[in-house]
């Protein structure tokens, strides 16, 4: 039971660690980079990035932490480390709410709102965009930074009992 817990843990925290890098990337130099760059540029180029990441790698990575957080959560639970699982199910908690959701309800239509503007104002379509996404993907990027900070404490307290 020791050793599947501990693969688990740390599989959830190297997926936890790459969403947080996507997002952090996104945030801090794609998005800056498309804005800088022609509307018309931007916008396309933004669409082919929001169709290029629904794949199965980007789309395991991406739904796996809530699922690892909260498998690893139960299994500490087994063996009695109720503070690190508490953590865990915290860690699941806030990628859910903070990362899932604000994709699905905010990002996502976001992004099929861009895709689907038949507006030839490029700087419009832009602007109406790039603000917005970005700050919602700030809310995932600390969402997702906090989730690996308290499932890196819930796994250095399980090693330190």
């Known amino acids: 039971m020791l050793t599947v817990t501990l693969i688990v843990a740390f599989l959830n925290l190297v997926l936890l ?3 947080f890098g996507v ?3 996104y945030s801090n130099s794609v998005v800056p980079g498309l804005d800088g760059a022609e509307p018309a540029t931007a916008v396309e180029s933004m669409r082919k990035m929001n169709v290029a990441i629904i794949n199965p790698a980007f789309l395991a990575t991406f739904v796996g932490p809530v699922i ?9 639970l087994g063996i009695d480390e109720g503070v690190p699982a508490l953590l865990y199910f ?3 908690g806030v990628y859910l709410l903070g990362c899932l959701v604000v994709t699905g309800r905010i990002n996502v239509p976001l992004n099929n709102a861009l895709e689907n503007s038949t507006s030839t104002d490029w700087t419009r379509r832009w602007h109406d965009f790039s603000p917005r996404w970005r700050r919602w993907n700030t809310v995932r ?3 997702s ?3 690996v900070v308290l499932c890196g404490v819930g ?3 399980w090693g330190n009992n």
């Open 68 to 76: 690892t957080s909260a498998a690893t959560g139960g299994l500490l």
């Open 23 to 25: 997002f952090f990337t």
């Open 155 to 157: 796994l250095y307290l």
């Open 145 to 147: 930074g906090v989730a």
């Open 141 to 143: 990027t600390l969402s």
């Open 90 to 92: 915290v860690a699941a």
């Open 17 to 19: 660690a790459a969403v």
